[in-house]
């Protein structure tokens, strides 16, 4: 079951497990599925790391200190230079409010990629955004939302930030899937579709829908009162 906690955080993803960076644990203290770590050195988060790593017990980690940012900070500390990434990906609309999706390797995701020296996060998100749904027109709105998540590559960890922005395309343009690169189509989905995907996915993902449907969706209309 999801949870809607109110404090704010820092998530970072390893495989579907997040690792949440909070000011106040007291909203997870009931959770039988969090494991609280409190930090006062970056060993703490190394350990529970490896912890979780090799031992998944807990659906979601918990460190917390008073201070989210240094967390945060510490964390990104433990990946050396060569192993941080930073990436850039589009959350693109429609005219008629749809969503742009591709799927890649079995599972539905957002067109995304790693930036090149040369290129601010931006340029890489619309180079991307275009080589992989064969769009040429995209216009940028507004930086949308950050992710992280962290995974293994030839036995060291690499941790991926990943900056979204919002864009605008018209379904007019034709999608062209970049087959190359895995991936089988693009297609533009409604808002109201959006949760059946969400099955099928990737986890660090679902916040990034979770976010459009907050802002992008209808609200449902008030129930009328039967006494009227």
Do not use: C
Not at 86 to 105: K, Q, S, T
Not at 127 to 136: A, M
Not at 142 to 148: D, N
Not at 181 to 188: A, C, L, Y
Request: hydrophobic share 35%.
């Amino acid at each position: 079951m999801q949870q809607n906690y109110q404090s704010p955080t820092f998530r970072v993803y390893f495989k579907d497990i997040p690792l949440i960076f909070t000011e106040d644990p007291a909203p997870y203290a009931g959770d039988p599925d969090a494991l609280l770590v409190p930090v006062h050195a970056p060993q703490a988060i190394l350990e529970a790391m490896e912890y979780v790593e090799n031992m998944p017990m807990h659906t979601r980690i918990v460190f917390h200190n008073g201070d989210a940012r240094s967390l945060m900070e510490q964390f990104k500390g433990l990946f050396p230079e060569g192993n941080y990434l930073l990436a850039g990906g589009g959350v693109v609309f429609d005219e008629n409010n749809r969503l742009l999706m591709i799927y890649r390797n079995r599972r539905w995701d957002l067109p995304k990629g790693k930036k090149e020296p040369h290129e601010t996060v931006e340029q890489a998100a619309m180079r991307e955004t275009r080589e992989e749904t064969g769009l040429k027109t995209l216009h940028v709105r507004a930086p949308f939302m950050v992710t992280y998540h962290y995974y293994y590559r030839e036995g060291k960890r690499m941790l991926k930030e990943t900056h979204w922005f919002e864009m605008e395309a018209t379904s007019r343009e034709p999608l062209v899937p970049a087959h190359h690169e895995g991936i089988e189509k693009v297609q533009w989905m409604p808002l109201d579709g959006l949760p059946e995907v969400f099955s099928n996915t990737y986890a660090n993902l679902l916040q990034v829908f979770e976010r459009v449907l907050q802002q992008r969706a209808p609200q449902p209309d008030e129930v009328a009162d039967p006494s009227e």
